[in-house]
Each structure stands twice: as structure tokens, then as C-alpha cells.
């Protein structure tokens, strides 16, 4: 009797690659957002999307705090229009950063999912700050 991972058959050595390499368009880890962070190469804005609550618990340092559903075009207006975001939440038992990553694809901006959230920074053993969050500013409305 076959085993659950031998029943179906892996896809072929060149199907694999492209899903592998195509992951990686989509997806980032731990590791290579705190490698950028700490080596000052982050090109990206780091978004915790969880609730001001639980940031101001723990967060990742100098991560933005823009909740999910606060995710909206003059939340992000301040940011030129090729900045990528990168967003996480808890950890894989939550899908508020698939949700924000759908919010921001929406509205044309890049983005990539830090996997693992905050649960998986914290199993690399990477610290964390607290504190609230600065609120993200919305864009002065032009009057007219």
C-alpha cells in the first residue's frame, strides 16, 4: 500500500522549479526580512497587520501597524506607488496578512507575505519591541 506522499506522484523536476521560484515572488521569511532590517537593506515597508492591541504587546521592530481592515488607498497614499509591503500577523493560524496581502494587490501596490508572523520571528529567536503604534498618517485633502 502506497504511503500518503507516495500516492500521488511529484511533479517533474522543471514543474517543481517554476512553482518553487514562483513561490518566492509571493512569499518571504523571517530570516531574510530581519537579515535586511538589521543590515539596513530593507526596500520594503514591514506592515503588522494585527489589532493596535496586540502590536502594542509585541511587534516586530520597526514594523508599521496597519490593521487589516484599515488596509485602504489613503492609508498607504503617503508611500510612492512602487513601494512593496511585506505583511505578517500572528503566525500561520492567522490569515489577516493573506487578507491584506489580497487589499494591497487590489489597490496595484507589490507585496509579499512574511511567513511564519510574528510566532515564527519569535522561533527564530529574533527580539521584539512594544510600545503603541505612531498612527499612519492620511494625506492632507486638498481644498479647493
Not at 44 to 56: G, H
Not at 120 to 137: H, L, M
Request: hydrophobic share 45%; glycine share 8%.
Amino acid at each position: 500500500m502506497p504511503s500518503s506522499v507516495t500516492a500521488v506522484s511529484p511533479a517533474a523536476s522543471p514543474e517543481a522549479l517554476a512553482h518553487f521560484q514562483s513561490s518566492l515572488r509571493f512569499e518571504t521569511d523571517c530570516w531574510d526580512v530581519h537579515d535586511a532590517m538589521t543590515s539596513g537593506k530593507a526596500d520594503f515597508v514591514l506592515l503588522d497587520v494585527r489589532n493596535p492591541t496586540l502590536y502594542a504587546q509585541s511587534h516586530v521592530p520597526g514594523a508599521v501597524n496597519l490593521p487589516q481592515g484599515k488596509i485602504v488607498a489613503t492609508k498607504i497614499a503617503e508611500y510612492p506607488e512602487d513601494t512593496t509591503f511585506v505583511v505578517y500577523c500572528a503566525g500561520t493560524h492567522c490569515n489577516g496578512a493573506q487578507k491584506s496581502a489580497i487589499r494591497l494587490a487590489a489597490l496595484g501596490r507589490p507585496v509579499k507575505l512574511m511567513v511564519g508572523g510574528l510566532l515564527g520571528w519569535i522561533d527564530e529567536g529574533f527580539t521584539v519591541d512594544t510600545g503603541a503604534a505612531q498612527p499612519v498618517a492620511e494625506p492632507a485633502m486638498a481644498l479647493g
